[in-house]
């Protein structure tokens, strides 16, 4: 009797702890926040348009093709912010912050087109420019509610690529010494929006820079990626754990997760067809070598594809809604070998001001061959 009574105790446990895992998984009782967006092209939900009198080519067909709508996204639709929004129970995509009398009850993007770390362009804002804007709207939303909030970064492509343009024969030195002034000016950044009462951030890694079809094009590699832009992506990607691991220990409230964009990217460029992607190293729609320009531009004949859910890039260097719409299901509820120490749901749920038990983690690199392998096509928004 008493062994009947132990294996009943035990499948009760069993039975509990199943359905406390389905109801983790099912990301239901999420605390209705806001997300809030800053860095570059990648994350802009129309901004620059805003901020520029020049001609902004995503402001026109056939930017938005997908949703029939060209907004100022760098995307042929919704862009990986918009879908986050959408799994946060957000009503409506995530809207641009500089839009004059938009509702940023739930967030906004503070991204913008071109922006970099150490120095935009006139017509841009660099990260710390963006965070400036932040704190001249931060009336909007009770204290409380930012620290509940979350806070996605994804920026830096600029700064290398605009590096690598400008010193293509740098040595390893100058390379690793610009790598430290950029990743320092970030963590730099990051503390000013610590201190604005943020605490919960999501950090993209940069992704593989030098497989972009821009560079393909620009730098004539053909088929293969530019490694030495490669080389400076991992560089800089190396140095983001560590640097969130170190703040996270030194403040007790700021939690943080990782996105490993550069494998996730990268993994579909080498086995395109597991995701189903045809095309991986050219775009949708441009003219060139790789179709890496012009795009979108009035005076400037590009070609466009027939069916861009198809391909990983829609233009030079931003990739389609399909591409954009599986990173988003990944950093929401991915592999931890993909997003750590925690997916976004997890980290949104996570009580405030209570210190994190897990840290950043280097992958194992027989991991990285074996996580991700998911398609999403056939849920994919149509």
């Given amino acids: 009797m008493a062994s009947n009574c132990n294996l009943l105790s035990v499948l009760g446990v069993l039975v509990f702890s ?15 926040v806001a997300l809030f967006t800053f860095g570059d092209s990648n994350f802009d939900a129309g901004n620059r348009k805003f901020i520029t009198r020049a001609t902004i080519a995503q402001n026109f067909w ?11 996204k760098y995307s042929d639709g919704k862009i990986i912010p918009d879908f986050i929004a959408k799994f946060m129970g957000s009503p409506h995509d995530l809207p641009p912050a500089f839009k004059p009398g938009v509702d940023v009850s739930r967030g906004a993007s503070f991204a913008v087109g071109l922006a ?10 660099t990260l710390n420019q963006q965070v400036r804007r932040f704190n001249q709207m931060i009336s909007n939303w009770k204290e409380d509610y930012i620290q509940k909030s979350l806070f996605m970064i994804s920026i830096g492509m600029e700064d290398y690529y605009n590096f690598t343009k400008s010193n293509p024969n740098a040595d390893a030195s100058a390379q690793q010494a610009f790598v430290t002034s950029v990743t320092n000016r ?7 929006l610590y201190s604005s009462g943020a605490s919960k951030f999501v950090v993209h890694m940069l992704p593989p820079l030098g497989c972009l079809p821009i560079v393909r094009q620009e730098f004539e590699t053909g088929n293969d990626c530019y490694e030495k832009l490669n080389d400076l992506a991992r ?46 190293n050219i775009s949708c729609c441009g003219i060139g070598t790789h179709n890496a320009y012009g795009c979108g531009l009035p005076n400037v004949h590009s070609k466009l594809c027939e069916y861009q859910r198809s391909y990983l890039y829609f233009d030079a260097r931003h990739n389609t809604e399909k591409a954009q719409e599986s990173f ?26 209570e210190p994190m038990r897990e840290f950043w983690k280097e992958p194992e690199e027989e991991n990285l061959l074996l996580v991700d392998d998911i398609d999403f096509d056939a849920n994919a928004s149509m």
């Fill in 62 to 72: 056939p930017y938005g093709k997908s949703r029939d709508d060209p907004n100022g």
């Fill in 18 to 32: 199943l359905f406390h895992n389905l109801v983790l998984v099912s990301g239901q009782n999420l605390p209705a």
């Fill in 328 to 353: 988003a299901h990944l950093l929401f509820g991915g592999d931890p070998n993909v997003v750590q120490p925690m997916t976004v749901r997890e980290l949104i749920a996570y009580p405030v001001n």
């Fill in 235 to 280: 560089q800089h990607n190396a140095k983001i754990g560590p640097m969130l691991n170190e703040m996270a220990k030194a403040k007790t409230d700021f939690q943080f997760t990782v996105f490993d964009f550069y494998n996730v990217v990268l993994r579909r460029t080498q086995r395109n067809m597991n995701y189903r992607f045809s095309f991986t």
């Fill in 116 to 125: 970099s770390i150490l120095g935009s362009p006139k017509d841009s804002l």
């Fill in 186 to 192: 970030l963590k730099s950044d990051i503390k000013l």
